[in-house]
C-alpha cells in the first residue's frame, strides 16, 4: 500500500470511528449516515485511492475542479455530491456529472437546473438540496449562499414543479455570523425543525446534509443523514493559486 493510501485509510478510519461514536450516542444506526469526501484542490488520484477504500460519495465546490477530475473518474461506482455556491453558467456541466446538488437556493438556478436535466435526458430526475442560510433575515441570502429559513416551502414546491428536478431534502454549513454563530449544534437542531416542516410537504425530501471535519458530531446528533467531511479525511488543503 502506497503511503498516500495508508494515510487516507487511516484518516478514514479516524473519522469512521467519529461518525460510528456519535451515532451510538444519538441512539441511531451507523447506517443512517452516509459519509461524503469533500476532495475539492485533490487529484483524481486521491479519488482513486478513495474509491479503492471504500468511498463512495465524493464531493466538489467548484466545476472547474469537479468537471475534469469526474471524466477522469467516471469507471469509478461514485455518486458525485456538488456542494458548492452554483452559478447559472455552470449548470450544464454540473449536470453532466452530479448525482446530487446540495446548494439550490433562488428561483433562477432551479430554472437552469431544470432546463439542463432535461437536455441532458436526466429521466429519474436530479435530486436537489434547498441550501439554508441560518445567518440570513427574510428575502436574503447567507454570506455563504443559501437562502433563509422562510424561502425554503416556495423554493421546495419550485423544484417540485420543475420538470428533471426533485427535492431531495436540505443542507447548511454552521453559520459564522448571527445568532448561531459558534452553536453548532443549536444551528442543526433549527435545521432540523425546517427538514420536519418540508417533509410535511414534500414527503420524499428526507435528506439533510450538514455536518463537516470540525462539528460532524453536532450534526449526527442532530439527526443528519449525510455529513460532508474534506480534510479529516484528506489533510490540511494546499492554498488555491
Not at 488520484?45 to 474509491?51: E, K, N, Q
Not at 465524493?58 to 477530475?69: H, I, S, Y
Not at 437556493?105 to 429521466?123: C, I, K, N, P
Not at 419550485?158 to 455570523?177: D, K, N, W
Amino acid at each position: 500500500m502506497t503511503d498516500r493510501k495508508t494515510l487516507l485509510a487511516d484518516n478514514l478510519a479516524r473519522v469512521e470511528e467519529r461518525i460510528s461514536t456519535a451515532c451510538a450516542s444519538a441512539g441511531r444506526p451507523r447506517e443512517e449516515v452516509t459519509l461524503i469526501v469533500i476532495t475539492k484542490t485533490y487529484p483524481a488520484s486521491d479519488v482513486r485511492l478513495l474509491a479503492e477504500l471504500g468511498v463512495r460519495h465524493v464531493g466538489e465546490n467548484r466545476d472547474q475542479d469537479a468537471a475534469p477530475k469526474a471524466a477522469e473518474c467516471s469507471d469509478l461506482p461514485l455518486t458525485w455530491h456538488f456542494v458548492g455556491q452554483l452559478q447559472t453558467n455552470k449548470v450544464r456541466s454540473v449536470v453532466d456529472y452530479a448525482g446530487l446538488v446540495h446548494s439550490v437556493d433562488r428561483d433562477r438556478l432551479v430554472t437552469a437546473l431544470s432546463q439542463s436535466a432535461v437536455r441532458a435526458g436526466r429521466e429519474t430526475g436530479l435530486d436537489c438540496l434547498i441550501q439554508v442560510a441560518l445567518d440570513a433575515e427574510s428575502g436574503e441570502r447567507g454570506v455563504r449562499g443559501g437562502v433563509a429559513p422562510d424561502g425554503v416551502a416556495a423554493l421546495a414546491d419550485a423544484i417540485a414543479g420543475a420538470e428533471g428536478l426533485r427535492p431531495a431534502g436540505l443542507m447548511t454549513v454552521a453559520p459564522l455570523s448571527g445568532p448561531f454563530a459558534g452553536r453548532p449544534r443549536a444551528a442543526f437542531d433549527r435545521l432540523m425543525e425546517i427538514a420536519t416542516d418540508l417533509r410535511a410537504a414534500h414527503p420524499t425530501a428526507n435528506m439533510v446534509s450538514a455536518g463537516m471535519s470540525a462539528d460532524l458530531e453536532d450534526a449526527v446528533a442532530a439527526g443528519a443523514t449525510h455529513v460532508r467531511v474534506g480534510s479529516a479525511v484528506l489533510g490540511v488543503r494546499p492554498r488555491l493559486g
